[in-house]
């Protein structure tokens, strides 16, 4: 069974670019998170889409914002980009199972550096 | 304060030891409690989760949760070179919709051979 897709895996931008980034969810899986994870802030949670809609968002600036697709693969958007915004940006996706034991599957991630 | 807490480490072990990692969170009504891996370079991998109080294990891995104390541990018995990678505490809180999870900073374990 496929795991959960990222792409691309690097990129680097400059300052005031945008950047989007793609998810492909494990096959079944229809809830996507997105987290940003620094070495200084650690692992931060972005948003998380389920069924084409925002369920959740974090403390995060417009700038960033996402979607997801009816096949469950979602996309994340930065516009603007800002050099604060170089990170690893994880895309994590589960089933949406009633009981409280919903576990996060991680992708490998997007690694992103703003010049 | 942070919603949870880790101490960063390093902790250094010897290898066959146990390795004991803590971890306290701010919402008592936090519901479910999930250990992740990580290793340097790589994305998180889920070592198990717990979500009653006492102990569960799996492997040479056991987690304790602590409700009324707000806390959780993992201890991991027999460690190994491969153990040494960042373990991260997350939590999903009783005020956070659909799968939000809320990560600790990690702690860094070291095992020498």
């Known amino acids: 069974k496929a795991g959960v897709t990222q792409t691309p895996r690097y990129l680097i931008k400059t300052r005031g670019q945008q950047v989007t980034l793609s998810c492909s969810p494990i096959?079944?899986?229809?809830?996507v998170s997105w987290y940003q994870q620094t070495p200084g802030q650690g692992l931060q949670f972005l948003f998380e889409?389920?069924?084409?809609?925002?369920?959740n968002k974090g403390n995060f600036p417009g700038r960033f914002s996402g979607r997801q697709f009816s096949n469950s693969r979602s996309e994340m958007n930065v516009s603007t980009l800002e050099l604060g915004d170089s990170a690893l940006y994880l895309c994590?996706?589960?089933?949406?199972?009633?009981?409280?034991?919903?576990?996060?599957?991680f992708g490998a991630g997007s690694r992103l550096t703003v010049l | 304060q942070k919603e949870v807490e880790q101490n960063s480490g390093p902790l250094s072990v010897p290898e066959g030891a146990i390795a004991s990692l803590n971890c306290t969170y701010s919402?008592?009504?936090?519901?479910?409690f999930f250990w992740y891996r990580q290793y340097s370079g790589k994305s998180p991998e889920l070592i198990m989760f717990?979500?009653?109080?006492g102990d569960k294990e799996d492997g040479r891995f056991t987690a304790q949760l602590n409700k009324a104390s707000q806390y959780v541990s993992l201890l991991i018995r027999d460690s190994q070179p491969s153990d040494s990678a960042t373990y991260l505490c997350?939590?999903?809180?009783?005020?956070?919709?659909?799968?939000?999870?809320?990560f600790g900073g990690g702690t860094r374990v070291l095992v020498k051979p």
């Open positions: 994590a996706s589960s089933l949406d199972l009633s009981s409280g034991a919903n576990v996060l599957t």
């Open positions: 096959s079944g899986h229809r809830s």
């Open positions: 889409y389920f069924s084409e809609t925002q369920r």
């Open positions: 919402d008592r009504g936090s519901q479910s």
């Open positions: 717990i979500y009653s109080n």
């Open positions: 997350a939590v999903r809180m009783i005020k956070a919709a659909g799968n939000k999870l809320t």
